[in-house]
């Protein structure tokens, strides 16, 4: 039988955190078991906002690298970077033709990026979402594993794919393009928001998320940190003078503290109920060491192979390559039947 398809993408946009490995790429290394999957790294998405050229260049390759190091097959599934594949811009012509503008208007993520400078953002940040959704669709994935803050862009997603299957639901009789089961062009892809840690907090910060573009690099774990690193900035985090509750219940409220037991949790691959079995009453002098270690632990293997790998560009960029060009034998097809539907002269 078909394995379903799933379909994600990392932007390369630096300092790769603790964030982005739970939420995302240890989701991503998971579901190869039993899905066909196609991991991307989403260089155009990163562009929306301004990106040193030879930096992306750098970025690239290390989300590259830490796909691999966390154990992506790339030879069994596919890795590529997304401005290799055209597709991806082209159906995003498309779907912005379907999609409509008071949608992309409630979109938050565009609202938080922008801030309050909102005249002056690049148009390619407002669009995001509907790259993002030709992202999706044109490989017809039917999962996508993202952490919390993506999934309102994944709803989008679903209202564009079944607007063009609304829209030009005749046309696609017509050609006889109906997925069977789907009844539409477009299947509408299901978001996985699953796993060990959908959303990890910043460590100055628990009721922000831990991201990449935080001025404070203390406010998250980079995969590229030392053990001195991580050790210092779990030492720092921000924290309440209780000590841990005996219970989930009495994390409530308290958003650091539920920050750092769900990490603990989320590596350690146990419940926050057994995190507190083990700590509940005990001070932060004393979980922070056993987080820091555990921290250590795990993201140090990780760590030493994506230095490993980076120390060869030359393979990484081959990877990309081979990659991009299993994703357009896949892409390119369903391109064209869009252009068909849409009434393109070919
Ligand atoms: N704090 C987080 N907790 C859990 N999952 C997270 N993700 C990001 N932050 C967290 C998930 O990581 C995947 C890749 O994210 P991305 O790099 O494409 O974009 P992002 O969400 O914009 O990442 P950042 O770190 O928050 O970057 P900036 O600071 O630029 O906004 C996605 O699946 C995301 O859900």
Same mark, same amino acid.
């Given at each position: 039988m078909k394995k379903p398809r799933v379909f994600s993408g990392v932007q390369p946009t630096g300092?790769?955190?603790?964030?982005?490995?739970l939420g995302a790429i240890v989701r991503f290394v998971d579901l190869q078991k039993d899905h066909?999957?196609?991991?991307?790294? /989403?260089? *155009?998405?990163?562009?929306?906002v301004w990106q040193d050229p030879k930096e992306l260049l750098r970025s690239t390759r290390e989300v590259t690298a830490a796909f691999l190091a966390a154990g992506i097959d790339a030879k069994e599934h596919i890795v590529f970077n997304q401005s290799q594949v055209s597709q991806h811009a082209e159906l995003a012509w498309v779907l912005n033709c379907v999609a409509r503008i008071g949608w992309l208007n409630r979109m938050t993520q565009f609202k938080e990026k922008a801030g309050k400078n909102r005249e002056n953002a690049s148009v390619g940040l407002y669009d995001y979402? /509907?790259? *993002?959704a030709a992202d999706i669709l044109a490989y017809h994935a039917e999962k996508v594993p993202v952490g919390e803050d993506q999934k309102q862009h994944l709803e989008l997603t679903r209202d564009i794919a079944q607007k063009f299957n609304n829209d030009y639901a005749e046309r696609i009789?017509?050609?006889?393009?109906?997925?069977?089961?789907?009844?539409?062009?477009?299947?509408?892809?299901?978001?996985?928001?699953?796993?060990p840690a959908t959303r990890v907090m910043s460590l100055r910060d628990g009721t922000k998320k831990m991201s990449k573009s935080d001025p404070s690099d203390y406010?998250?774990?980079?995969?590229?940190?030392?053990?001195?690193?991580?050790?210092?900035?779990?030492?720092?985090?921000?924290?309440?003078?209780?000590?841990?509750?005996?219970?989930?219940?009495?994390l409530e409220g308290r958003p650091e503290a539920a920050n750092l037991v769900g990490i603990y949790a989320a590596l350690a691959g146990v419940s926050h109920e057994d995190v507190l079995r083990q700590f509940g009453g005990k001070g932060f002098a004393e979980f922070k060491p056993a987080l820091a270690e555990l921290v250590v632990e795990k993201l140090s293997p990780v760590n030493a192979e994506m230095k490993r790998i980076l120390a060869d560009p030359g393979y990484i960029d081959e990877v990309l390559r081979d990659g991009a060009e299993r994703a357009r034998a896949i892409a390119a097809p369903i391109f064209e039947d869009v252009k068909r539907i849409v009434g393109f002269l070919m």
């Open positions: 300092n790769l955190h603790l964030g982005n490995y066909e999957c196609i991991y991307c790294v /989403v260089d *155009m998405h990163a562009i929306t979402p /509907v790259l *993002m009789a017509e050609l006889g393009l109906a997925g069977e089961e789907k009844g539409g062009f477009f299947p509408l892809p299901e978001p996985l928001i699953q796993g406010s998250r774990i980079n995969l590229s940190d030392d053990p001195d690193t991580i050790a210092k900035k779990i030492r720092k985090a921000k924290t309440d003078p209780e000590p841990l509750p005996e219970t989930v219940e009495g």
